[in-house]
């Protein structure tokens, strides 16, 4: 199975902005829970935001209003206000609970200050 495959990091200055985006080769039902994680160095995978039905988000607290996650037919993207250093890390997508199989190569997004 081809797993998830996510784009759109990159370099950016602290309080810039970059959208995420995540596609799959196979349809993903709206219905199901999509999220997106991310992982720096020294630390383990941690859950960003997810998307419930295409249409309910909820956001890890560190997020605070800065990041909005939304689904356009396959891809899911996340869109990153107002980065902060501490945001670097690579950023993956995956269903929520997470499907092993699923876990892509991530993007990574530097945020410098």
């Known amino acids: 199975q081809v797993p998830l495959v996510e784009s759109g990091g990159g370099l950016v200055q602290a309080g810039g902005s970059l959208r995420l985006s995540c596609s799959a080769s196979?349809?993903?039902?709206?219905?199901?829970?999509m999220g997106w994680y991310r992982q720096s160095p020294g630390h383990e995978r941690e859950l960003v935001a997810r998307?419930?039905?295409?249409?309910t988000s909820s956001y890890a607290d560190f997020v605070k209003g800065g990041f909005t996650i939304s689904r356009n037919g396959a891809n899911t993207i996340l869109q990153m206000n107002n980065l902060k250093p501490e945001d670097t890390a690579v950023y993956y997508c995956?269903?929520?609970?997470?499907?092993?199989?699923?876990w892509g190569q991530g993007t990574q997004v530097t945020v410098a200050s």
């Open positions: 998307l419930v039905g295409g249409s």
């Open positions: 995956n269903q929520w609970p997470p499907i092993q199989h699923d």
């Open positions: 196979r349809r993903i039902p709206i219905a199901s829970t």
